[in-house]
Nanobody, 115 residues
């Protein structure tokens, strides 16, 4: 079993920055992909960014140039640096890990950007 623990959400004014962190623990054989998704009120969950164990990175168009994902494979952690935040970035952010033949999700952390 793998557990994902997220931290770093909060309230910030538009133009500000936040950093999200996610750490995977438990019985980990291999994690191929780690990433962040978000669900805004009234919308479906969407990919924000993810990164593979071999370093391939994918960003949603809406966050390119503002968000940076990074991963420490040895520590099974993934971080999301969010700069130039906009009110439309307000959502619950979820960490995801794909590995051990399974799909794991964190409990979510709230990010609120005020205008």
């Amino acid at each position: 079993q793998v557990q994902l623990v997220e931290s770093g959400g909060g309230l910030v004014q538009a133009g500000g920055s936040l950093r999200l962190s996610c750490a995977a623990s438990g019985t980990i054989f291999s994690i191929n992909v780690m990433g962040w998704y978000r669900r805004a009120p009234g919308k479906q969950r969407e990919l924000v960014a993810d990164v593979t164990s071999w370093g391939s990175i994918n960003y949603a168009d809406s966050v390119k140039g503002r968000f940076t994902i990074s991963r420490a494979n040895a520590k099974n952690t993934v971080n999301l640096q969010m700069n130039s935040l906009k009110p439309e970035d307000t959502a619950v952010y979820y960490c995801r890990a794909v590995g051990n033949g399974n799909d794991y999700w964190g409990q979510g952390t709230q990010v609120t950007v005020s205008s």
